[in-house]
């Protein structure tokens, strides 16, 4: 293997440190492979979107043309959607792409933006939901909807507690045999029978755009790095096993949630942290991630 | 009341600190408020208006797809409209959440971006001036195309000075009955009875994009506060009191020409002025409204 | 003529420290000119392109609606075609535009990112080459797939070297009799007869999205000069003398890359690089584009 220090994703016995490591060396990982990432997402996140994805050392591609969509995601590495702004020719992209990377085996991201009371981007959702996402990320009042325990939130704004939407996610990791993330000022996530709670973070992460969209193609991006993980989740002998995947998307929450701490600290306001933000995916080193990580696993 | 220091619109008589005093306090309403504010807007200026309502306490919703915006024009507190970029779906979209704004007695901005010499968004305009926008906003030569006394600007740039146009802005006040603002290096409001000149500012806000646009939501988001103030305005006893809108239409002015200022001090160039002006927008207080504000009342 | 030290464009014999005193001169015009761009770009780099713009000193409008781009690409001083997003409805714009920029013989750029691969924007890239743009950017994927060399790249980043594709971009200037300029470490520019190696630059544009869009919409700001220079054209007796939109384009490439060394000189991390690129550009004056210049002719 082409890492020195490559580490096998976490087993239902791991601790919070073996957690933290395995997402440490994850971002090593991202660095080297440096994988393309398809982003279909909101016109008013794209940029940021980019800006991310190319700063922690992914390769962004925002391929999202009826036509084009479906064919990029076949070579991309991952791909991730988000239905904030679900124009009608980007709506028909979205599902181009997700039935391509589903297809094609290639891990993809759901972000069902402010579903719920919004009836075409909720329609699409459910469209998206039977394809089974491998990882969906949301806030609360999101992940309720998606799941169709309430009408979603106002807005773009939860208005739904994490623990409220527990059950909910983990109804939907089961329904989806995927990852669940439900975002909030304790992150929580789960696999259906794992469950993690990530506690890094800043307010300040509420108070930019595109903060919660971007962390969706940060997702996207630790996904890619999957099949280096499938030999690994074949030989294990445990009957239930951690997926793959939850080790990874809880490593794209860690490394980005640990880089807003680190962005808050120089940030004087929300304008100088977006900016920040971005300087720190670029410097974040695997030692911080090791230490700074604020994890909780449940068993 | 909730707020120990609320302060009624200005009246008639009122001096340039009564507007000042009642801009600072809506201020501090807003953010206990955090309206939520529609905005359809261009693809240039949709992240930097997003960021600039979050930084001042707003909670942003970019929801222009046709079939979804109507329906959120009747949820969100206000609405604001910038035809910067009118593809057909956006087009359409801003139809249907003006009619369910107005339907609703929701606030709502129009800011029509180059009109005049572009036959589409022109037409887009009239139609939207046939509902009478509560706030009109535009440049001189925005202003004099919408009230059909000129053709229009070089494109987003006005050709046409402030004064140019201060007819026209009464006109279409008074074909309105709402409020319209002429931007510029001293700005022009009107309800079409009281006049205020506001002289706040800096030029770094030419030199950034979006800087308009931004103000247009801003307004929206200050006009969200309306309901407020409304049992205020009909137990007034003179026969024609400044509208309430007027005064949080000239609060949005202050407040943002205000933090541009502030901005501007510690900006070495336009870049930098962007993130700075989301910054000051997060922290600019009552204070700096009331002892900043440059009004001059006419009447 | 108004410019005090106006200068002529290069000839074939001129040295590298004229072609830098030509970019210097040409800057100092721009600024004075302020020309109208239209720049039609995709929805990840619109902001930072109309910043760039504005910070250069030229008028950015990102009209891209059918109906209404091609009446403003008779008005603006030139024009300037990004391939990255080809939604449907700004396919037509593009071609729209296109049409109108060549009937007015307004200067316009043809960036035609991501081609190859995804056949939509390829097709739509044949149908602009046919109109033999008067100057096309891209980077050693996109020029050899351009020129019908090979497949492309990998999504937005190339996968051949300049080097690779110096033949590709002489075949395609002589094919438009117009300027191919290939991107990469050392930027390779050509007019069909002459070669520049321009070799100002940082690594941090790769890590920041729309660096390489932006620079085409700066390409099409020189390149709106070129009205000021064609009488000189007409009166050379040289038979193949450098085309004027040679030197403009490289007055672009070396302006951009100049100040982005600049800016790299005070950027912690891209973030602060994208910040600081705006600020730069709103600073560089003629001196450090005569002294920093670093051009190769060949002849």
Redesign the interface.
Known sequence: MPFPHALPPPLAHSSAADWAAFAACALERLRAQAP?V?SIT???????T??IL??LGA??????????AG??AR??SALSINL???????ADAVLEAAHAAQAASKPWVLDPV?IG?????TALAAQLLALRPPIIRGNASEILALAGYSGGG????ATDSVAQARQAAIALAEQTQGVVAVSGPVDFLTDGRNQLHLANGTPLLT????GGCALGAVMAAFAALAPLYAPHAAAQTQTQPPSPLLALTAAAVLVYTIAAEQAAAHA?????F???????L??IDAASVRERARIEVQR
Do not use: C, H, K, Y
């Open positions: 393309l398809q909101n016109r008013v996140a794209a940029q940021f980019a800006n190319l700063a390769a962004p591609a925002m391929v999202d043309t009826p036509g084009e064919l990029f070579m991309a904030g702004t679900p124009v009608p020719a980007q402010a009371a919004l009836p075409l981007r106002r807005g773009v704004d108070r930019i755009t595109g004087p306001g929300p304008g100088s977006a900016v920040q933000l971005i300087d720190q670029a410097w």
